[in-house]
């Protein structure tokens, strides 16, 4: 099988596309995980087994009919008062970007507040990738032991990508040659 010239291009473009679309994801955290967002769930617990990091997204799952989300300062979310409130959410399926690093304040406006549904998250600005070098004091076990926000999941989508190309173009020389380069 004979490929192109531009073949070995557009594989490594694809590569590259794909490996920069999946190293900076986000995670959709749904407040409350399978109870969703509702009267009787500990939601301070729930917000303490995360780590939220800005460009993340929080979403709500509820019966729009019985239930709303509004974003607070910190006395709405102390008083449950939506008064000052800064956003307003009633499609039973909401999904908000954490746009900022800072203390978020979410509380349900029919008075669900007043029966725990209210939630606090900290966000956390995106953590840089270690530099090469190791500074003083830190060993390079420990650099390495703190890699790039999920990286992990990054890894695994560009070596699907290049499974998938490789087994279409498996026939193609340049194939081998791009490989170790990964």
């Known amino acids: 099988m004979s490929t192109s010239s531009s073949s070995p ?28 967002w509702n009267p009787g769930v ?15 997204l929080i979403s709500f799952r509820y019966i729009k009919t019985q239930y709303n ?13 939506t008064e000052g409130a800064v956003g307003n959410w009633t499609s039973g399926k909401d999904f908000i970007l954490l746009d900022k690093a800072k203390r978020y304040y979410f509380i349900c406006g029919t008075g669900g507040c007043f029966n725990g549904m209210k939630v606090s998250v900290l966000v ?8 090469s070098a190791v500074g003083a004091g ?13 990286r992990g999941s990054a890894v695994a989508v560009v070596g699907a990508v290049v499974a998938l190309l490789a087994s279409i173009w498996s ?12």
């Open 69 to 81: 989300v509004f974003e607070v300062n910190q006395t709405g979310y102390d008083n449950c008062t």
């Open 171 to 182: 026939r193609s020389d340049w194939i081998f040659v791009l490989i170790p380069i990964l």
């Open 9 to 36: 291009l557009i594989f490594v473009l694809i590569l590259s596309a794909a490996a920069a679309a999946t190293t900076v994801s986000a995670t959709d955290h749904i407040v409350g995980a399978n109870r969703g």
């Open 42 to 56: 500990n939601y301070t617990l729930w917000a303490n087994n995360h780590t939220f990091y800005t460009g993340d």
């Open 138 to 150: 830190h060993s390079a076990a420990e650099k390495s032991a703190a890699p790039g926000r999920r």
């Open 124 to 131: 956390h600005p995106v953590p840089s990738r270690p530099s």
